[in-house]
């Protein structure tokens, strides 16, 4: 579902842009959209709200497609201390996965695939864990 260089633990953030911006910027490294792509998602959260945090401990960063993104792809970064979004049932965030899709069909698999694995012991035993091997596990 993830590859191991999409997946980054321990990640230390003051907030909720940055903890967006550390998951978008491994879509980057990976070079699966540019940089721009990160803006985009924290605009969309600054004027929608945090409609990004799907369940408790828990946002889906993303953004329309755009000319920004090269091929659709998730990326995912577990906190080392938990942020508020602004949700008031599901904060705070530990897991801050982001996605990109070149269109509005390409990512609905990607999506799917994540659904069908986050449910309360998944998500709990990923906000636990402490390394990417520890994250692969979890979820597969």
């Known amino acids: 579902m993830l590859n191991p260089k999409n997946i980054k633990t321990n990640i230390k953030v003051a907030d909720w842009r940055e903890a967006i ?13 540019e940089t721009a792509y990160i803006d985009t998602m924290i605009q969309a959260v600054e004027e929608l709200g945090p409609y990004i945090v ?10 329309r497609p755009s000319a920004d993104i090269k091929k659709a792809d998730m990326s995912l ?9 602004g949700s008031e049932s599901n904060d705070p965030v ?7 899709a ?15 694995k986050l449910n309360p012991e998944t998500i709990n035993a990923l906000c636990d864990a402490k390394s990417v091997d520890d994250v692969l596990t979890i979820l597969n």
């Open 54 to 63: 799907i369940t408790p401990h828990v946002a889906l960063a993303h953004a």
């Open 102 to 116: 070149t269109d509005n069909e390409s990512h609905l698999e990607l999506l799917g695939n994540l659904a069908n």
């Open 21 to 33: 911006r550390a998951a978008g910027e491994i879509l980057v490294e990976v070079g699966s959209c």
């Open 77 to 85: 970064v577990v906190l080392d201390e938990a942020v508020e979004f």
């Open 94 to 100: 530990k897991l801050v996965f982001a996605f990109c």
